[in-house]
């Protein structure tokens, strides 16, 4: 399109016009190829607008630097994350690392503080494990809408914030039945249906749909009654329809949950896990579809045909211009096959078509440029891309840096969200009494002492792991580790939970005479005390004295 000056010269120097408005347009190309697919603020790789031709960040607050592209940002992560492998790889590793089959519930109630025996302590951990168990495996008695449990809804709500940044989890109460006797619920909304009423703008006090108080306390949410992008004709026209929910009831009741990863004071919304790397992602995606069409066009037996004039060759079905000027006329074609032996015209070369493809630096290409992703996404090359191909310790290494980073997201997603989930849900067994909690309502420290709890997932998986169980039995008998948390770690199960098992298959084996045959130079087996019988003092250098 032509500018003021364009049109003021255009009556005398027409080319000159022209020229320019080409290489304007030329340069607009460039940029909006540099810029392409980009989530930042205003495209390119950096997002500082205009392909990144001038870089002048500007410091901004936590809002102002990430609201205005949120949505895109969403967008461009839910689409990879559909679309494309790397993105898919990236979200899907990250959560069966972190939530796999799920977060197990371990009750650990603080026994110091009430004055409790171990086995008073392991009674009433049994009993609040097994109530929470029939709550959170049953997806009607704990999800709102019936179709996840307590254990699956971990894995969405964790995929609904890597991918959207954040996640909302209301807390409702249900009808309470005789088979299901608890009312809490648990509703996940995802991230867009928290919105300003109306689509006011962005102020102090709301923000990101986030309404805050005294201090920038966050104290609700706006969730609207529909999605924004359903697609559908709703009954109200007014899109930004929709309630505030408090975060707190008046009574202290958790009433809703946001669930993000807080990089900033101030920070009112959680930022999408791969917008640090969108622009990469979708550069690579180009960049194999490609090199993918390449080689397929590769594959094809191309053979072109030279001419002096340029006219087409009967190798295409079709003659030479007639002398009358009307254009190609219909020949025989030129076919191909074994031991064929075909004739050109004179002028004619044939010249076999070598696009030098499939291209055999690609993949070591790529492979760098996925080092770069895997560094912003906090997981090694070999844990994204599945290939330990290097050595022993290196593998090792990239496993265990990979573990440094999950443990990390795990421990944040079981703080934010099992944690006040089960404090809500025991809050209401003690309050209809399946729970005896003595002083849970009336003293905090009691109610903190109650509400401890462990949340272990699954193990990290072993490369070399005969070496690896003989490190933990060494740690397990020089009483630096418990044989509770080597399991977990080792198998991702729960010691007290397998041990009358393990009890029962070594009585089996003992009466059978079944026992492992001690090795040669181990020492011999100790003689249990009878059952109720207390084991004797060892001697200890004082005795001896």
């Not at 340069?27 to 990144?52: D, K, R, Y």
């Not at 949950?257 to 791969?274: A, M, W």
């Not at 903190?448 to 462990?454: D, I, K, P, S």
């Not at 060494?474 to 041990?499: H, K, S």
Request: charged share 20%.
């Amino acid at each position: 399109m032509m500018n003021l000056i364009d049109k003021a010269l255009l009556p005398f120097d027409p080319q000159r016009v022209a020229d320019r408005v080409k290489a304007r347009a030329q340069v607009n190309a460039l940029e909006a190829m540099a810029s392409a697919g980009s989530p930042g603020a205003g495209g390119g790789t950096s997002g500082s607008g205009a392909g990144s031709r001038w870089w002048n960040p500007f410091a901004r607050s936590a809002a102002r630097d990430t609201l205005p592209h949120l949505g895109t940002q969403r967008a461009a992560s839910r689409e990879l994350a559909r679309t494309n492998p790397i993105a898919a790889g990236a979200i899907n590793t990250s959560v069966d690392r972190i939530i796999g089959t799920g977060l197990a519930f371990v009750a650990s109630p603080a026994r110091q503080v009430f004055g409790w025996s171990a086995d008073q302590a392991e009674e009433w951990k049994a009993q609040v494990q097994a109530e929470f168990s029939m709550w959170g495996d049953d997806p009607q008695a704990c999800d709102l809408t019936g179709e996840e449990t307590f254990y699956q809804a971990q894995g969405t709500a964790v995929r609904g914030t890597k991918e959207s940044g954040d996640i909302f989890t209301l807390l409702p109460n249900a009808e309470r039945t005789r088979m299901r006797p608890y009312a809490l619920r648990f509703q996940l909304i995802e991230a867009d249906r928290v919105g300003n009423p109306k689509g006011v703008m962005d102020s102090d006090e709301v923000a990101g749909g986030i309404k805050f108080g005294p201090g920038g306390r966050p104290i609700a949410a706006h969730i609207l009654d529909r999605h924004p992008g359903a697609g559908y004709t709703a009954k109200s026209t007014d899109v930004h329809a929709g309630e505030w929910v408090d975060f707190q009831g008046a009574s202290g009741r958790i009433r809703l949950l946001h669930h993000y990863k807080k990089r900033r004071p101030g920070q009112p919304r959680g930022v999408p896990y791969l917008a640090p790397v969108v622009d990469l992602i979708k550069q690579i995606g180009r960049f194999t579809d490609a090199e993918v069409e390449a080689a397929v066009i590769n594959s094809f037996f191309t053979l072109i045909i030279e001419t002096e004039n340029g006219n087409p060759s009967p190798v295409f079905g079709v003659g030479n211009s007639t002398a009358t000027g009307s254009g190609p006329q219909p020949a025989d074609e030129i076919a191909l096959g074994p031991a064929a032996v075909a004739g050109l015209a004179k002028g004619e070369r044939a010249v076999f078509a070598d696009p030098k493809r499939p291209n055999v630096n690609a993949v070591e290409f790529i492979h760098g440029l996925i080092g770069l992703i895997g560094m912003g996404l906090g997981i090694p090359r070999e844990v994204l891309l599945k290939q330990f191909n290097a050595s022993y310790s290196a593998s090792k290494a990239a496993l265990l840096d990979a573990w440094v980073h999950f443990r990390s997201e795990r421990a944040w997603a079981a703080l934010s969200f099992c944690q006040p989930i089960f404090e809500t849900w025991l809050a209401e067994a003690v309050y209809i009494g399946r729970v005896k909690a003595p002083g849970f309502f009336s003293d905090p420290l009691l109610r903190w002492a109650y509400t401890r709890a462990a949340w272990p997932g699954d193990s990290m998986g072993s490369i070399n792991p005969k070496d690896e169980v003989a490190a933990y039995t060494a740690a397990i008998d020089a009483r630096l580790m418990t044989r509770e948390r080597a399991e977990w770690e080792l198998g991702g199960t729960d010691w007290n939970a397998t041990f009358d098992q393990k009890w029962a298959e070594h009585q089996r084996l003992a009466k059978k005479g079944l026992l492992p045959v001690p090795k040669a130079g181990a020492a011999a087996p100790q003689p249990q005390p009878a059952s109720g019988a207390q084991p004797e003092p060892e001697e200890t250098d004082d005795d001896a004295a």
